[in-house]
């Protein structure tokens, strides 16, 4: 069983910045790919950015592009979400995720999802 467990999250305004952590329970997971996903009230879970297992490859939603930037320490069996320049539209509860195979951005393709941790960002 993996367990993914994000912290990090918390009230900021507008401008400022975050930094997500998500850790994986379990070691020998901690090589799959990790993606982060958020979802705001009312609205579809959608894909902000991920970091492929090595670390080498990122990729980003286009809403966050040039202010989120995914990092993962494999040693840690941690990834990180730094979040600059926040908006009140990127308020959400974020969630990391796991996968083994699949599209990196699609939900469906992560096998193993942390508890989320809520990111309020006032104007």
């Known amino acids: 069983q993996v367990h993914l467990v994000e912290s990090g999250g918390g009230l900021v305004q507008a401008g400022d910045s975050l930094r997500l952590s998500c850790a994986v329970s379990n070691r020998t997971f901690s090589y799959y790919p990790r993606a982060w996903f958020r979802q705001a009230p009312g609205m579809e879970r959608e894909f902000v950015a991920a970091v492929s297992w090595s670390g080498g490859s990122t990729y980003y939603a286009d809403s966050v592009r040039g202010r989120f930037s995914a990092s993962r320490d494999n040693a840690r069996n941690t990834v990180d979400l730094q979040m600059r320049s926040l908006k009140p539209e990127d308020t959400a509860v974020y969630y990391c995720?796991?996968?083994?195979?699949?599209?990196?951005?699609?939900?469906?393709?992560?096998?193993?999802w942390g508890q989320g941790t809520q990111v309020t960002v006032s104007s």
């Open positions: 995720a796991a996968r083994r195979g699949g599209s990196v951005y699609d939900a469906g393709s992560y096998d193993y």
